[in-house]
Nanobody, 118 residues
Framework: QVHLVESGGGSVQSGGSLRLSCAAS????????MGWYRQAPGQTREAVAA???????NYAHSVKGRFTISKDNAKNTLYLQMNSLKLEDTAMYYC????????????WGQGTQVTVSS
């Protein structure tokens, strides 16, 4: 059974950095597409970044150049390094995985909150 657990969220001032982690179990991160989504209050969930099984990455325009998605297949863990955080990055961040397509939509974690303040 696929299980995803996010961590690393918190409160940070504008311009600061955070690194999110997503510990995966029940499958190998080397064979799945994995990604990060976020949802702010009152808004729809949006894709932030994805990394395919071959390591190819894609980013939302709003985070390109500031966020970096990566994975450690030996640890079965996905990461999202977030730099130069902005107020509009405040949201619940979700990890996702999928064996059938990319960006991933098959399996979801429960989310970790990121709050950016001025």
């Amino acid at each position: 059974q696929v299980h995803l657990v996010e961590s690393g969220g918190g409160s940070v001032q504008s311009g600061g950095s955070l690194r999110l982690s997503c510990a995966a179990s029940g499958y190998s991160t080397s064979t799945y597409c994995m990604g990060w989504y976020r949802q702010a209050p009152g808004q729809t969930r949006e894709a932030v970044a994805a990394i395919a099984s071959d390591g190819t990455t894609n980013y939302a325009h709003s985070v390109k150049g500031r966020f970096t998605i990566s994975k450690d297949n030996a640890k079965n863990t996905l990461y999202l390094q977030m730099n130069s955080l902005k107020l509009e990055d405040t949201a619940m961040y979700y990890c996702a995985a999928d064996s059938m397509g990319c960006p991933p939509t098959g399996y979801w974690g429960q989310g970790t909150q990121v709050t950016v303040s001025s």
